[in-house]
């Protein structure tokens, strides 16, 4: 049986939780609309919106809430699974990488995923003959393991940017698709390094093919997601709205912590001693200029753009955009591990790994699955549905096995439809709208033998105010913890509700928890993390993505 705390706090808004709650910061906010393109046309979304012609849109593209790719609460309640799995992960066919593709999959399944993207350098080698070899080993494990998702995909050297995870479901056409993909549009392939506008065009060319790829029949659906966007300060906010305004139902997001995140580990304990996440450069050249210095570090263990409340992440959100966060390993060299990569040779470029005689020093990856896991609600364990539940937004993440599930329920108090992750929930002006947090915490030792304890639970609201004038605009002022709940429960399932009374406009919430180890000084907020001494197993976060509230 269940343990549930309910416990009722006064003040402005009408909270239910365990424990103590912080006091909220300011009235509550309002929120937007989110979903998929089928359900729902953007015309009628931005009508019922009212922000029809309130904005200029360019042709094409979505600007302002709700936007192409949104998801309407659906009328009758439906049961998903939840699969996680990882967005980001390398083998020997990547030119820094080191493992086999069958290696990635066994720990994948040892550390309990369900879904997994190999997703190998772009580059003229790896195209030359790596996508086709790395393919032909994932199809063997595909055989192997029918009930582990495995996607073939590439990391995508984005024309003047970093890196982007491009996957395809499977199909007769997923080898060609990719292959001409990397061979027009990779970076390294093309010599489209450069930070200029004609290689920054060229990465919206890109995203657009793909979803052309999908509408013309080639594959049944192509994602893209942006990796490790706050690392070399290389993608303007103004970029990543246009990157996602390219193909709403392709560029899905952004991951919202990077991989890499044994790199902190102190080197006198055989870790990199580097910034958690390998985040611990500076600005350069191709760098946007606004960024502040600690947008290239991470903030127990998140991208600087998610971490921050009222930061690059919410001001996309409070324009109504749907853009989702999700987490990966990066899994190139494993802490802990003595596997070496082989030495090249010109018949063999991509040799298998060498066992050494000792853990290997400097190592800051995990296995898929033992640190960061991206879950995904589905209708199915399918392909195609995973892939629709990473569209829609239904996603949480977390680090550690903080928790073992996050449920979000959000409606008002004269309908009978909730919704949640992903999704848009309409009420009428002056209901009070219920968001109800069910966690089930975690029952067993994590990966790394402890038991992690969850001690609070933050709610987060802002209003949606549409598209700002300024299109690098990388801030919600008004976005807000609207409630804080400590958790002393240490076991069973927790639920904290938190209502917003009398709502007269429109706005999005999302959830994050944390063990509590670490914070900002005097703040409840994510501390930054010290480069070169940030054990990750001793701060863990979970995030949720956005549900969107419109008041109509």
């Known amino acids: 049986m269940r343990d549930h705390e309910h416990e009722h706090e006064h003040g402005h ?25 089928h359900q729902l046309s953007r015309r009628r979304l931005l009508r019922a919106a009212g922000l029809l012609g309130t904005t200029a849109a360019a042709a ?51 550390h309990g995923l369900d879904w997994l993207v190999i997703t190998d350098h772009g580059g003229r080698q790896h195209q ?3 996508l086709k070899r790395g393919l032909a080993d994932l199809r063997r494990c595909r055989d192997d393991h029918p009930d582990l998702l495995l996607f073939q995909g590439v990391e995508w050297n984005v024309p003047a940017g970093q890196h982007a995870t491009v996957f395809v479901a499977p199909g007769d056409g997923e080898f060609e698709v990719l292959s001409q993909f990397e061979s027009m549009y990779d970076a390294r ?46 993608y303007p906010p103004s970029t990543l709205r246009k990157l996602r305004d390219a193909d709403p139902g392709v560029l899905i997001g952004m991951e919202g912590a990077p991989g ?9 304990r055989g870790g990199a001693g580097r910034g958690r996440g390998a985040y611990d450069g500076e600005p350069w050249g191709g760098s946007f200029r606004d960024y502040p210095k600690q947008a290239y570090r991470t903030f127990g263990g998140f991208d600087w753009m998610t971490a921050t409340v009222g930061g690059v992440w919410d001001a996309m959100l409070a324009e109504g955009l749907p853009f989702w966060i999700v987490a990966g390993s990066d899994s190139h060299a494993v802490f802990g591990q003595s596997w070496r990569r082989g030495e090249p040779t010109a018949d063999e470029p991509f040799p298998d790994p060498v066992m050494g005689k ?16 991206t879950h995904v609600g589905a209708a199915s364990a399918d392909y195609v ?3 629709r539940g990473l569209r829609a937004g239904r996603i949480w993440v977390d680090h550690g096995q903080l928790v073992d599930t996050v449920d979000v329920s959000v409606g008002g108090d004269r309908g009978a439809h909730r919704g949640g992750l992903g999704e848009v929930v309409t009420v009428r002006r002056g209901e009070t709208v219920e968001a109800t947090v069910t966690i089930d915490l975690r029952r067993e030792r994590n990966h790394h033998g402890d038991q992690p304890r969850l001690r609070r639970v933050d709610i987060i609201a802002g209003p949606v105010t549409g598209q700002p004038g300024d299109r690098d605009a990388m801030a919600a002022p008004d976005t807000a913890v609207a409630g804080s709940y400590e958790i002393s429960q240490r076991t069973g399932t927790v639920t904290v509700t938190h209502d917003f009374r009398a709502v007269d406009s429109s706005f999005y919430l999302r ?20 480069k070169g001494d940030a054990d990750p197993w001793d701060d863990l976060w979970f995030y949720t993505n956005p549900v969107f509230v419109q008041v109509d």
Do not use: C
Not at 74 to 92: I, N, S
Not at 260 to 268: D, F, L, N, R, V
């Open 358 to 373: 000792r853990a290997g020093d400097g190592q800051g990856d995990f296995w898929p699955g033992q640190f960061a896991r």
């Open 189 to 234: 392939v093309n010599d489209l390094r450069a930070v200029d506008t004609a290689n920054r065009e060229q990465a919206l060319r890109a995203v657009q093919w793909l979803g052309r790829q999908a509408a013309d029949g080639r594959t049944p659906m192509a994602l893209s997601i942006v990796n490790h966007p706050g690392e070399a300060g290389a």
């Open 385 to 387: 549905e995973l892939m």
């Open 260 to 268: 890499h995140q044994a790199a902190g580990i102190p080197e006198s």
């Open 128 to 130: 030359r003959t790596g």
């Open 13 to 37: 808004d009408h909270d239910h939780g365990h424990g103590h709650g912080h006091a909220p910061a300011g009235d509550p906010p309002s929120g937007a609309e989110d979903g998929e393109q």
């Open 60 to 110: 094409g593209a979505a600007q302002v809430l709700p936007v192409s790719g949104a998801r309407a609460a659906p009328a009758t309640g439906r049961r998903l699974r939840w699969l996680a799995g990882d967005h980001h992960v390398h083998t020997k066919y990547s030119f820094d990488g080191r493992y086999r593709v069958d290696q990635q999959v066994d720990a994948a399944l040892a």
């Open 511 to 530: 959830v994050r928890g944390t063990n509590g180890e670490h914070h900002a000084s005097g703040s409840i907020e994510p501390r930054q993390d010290p």
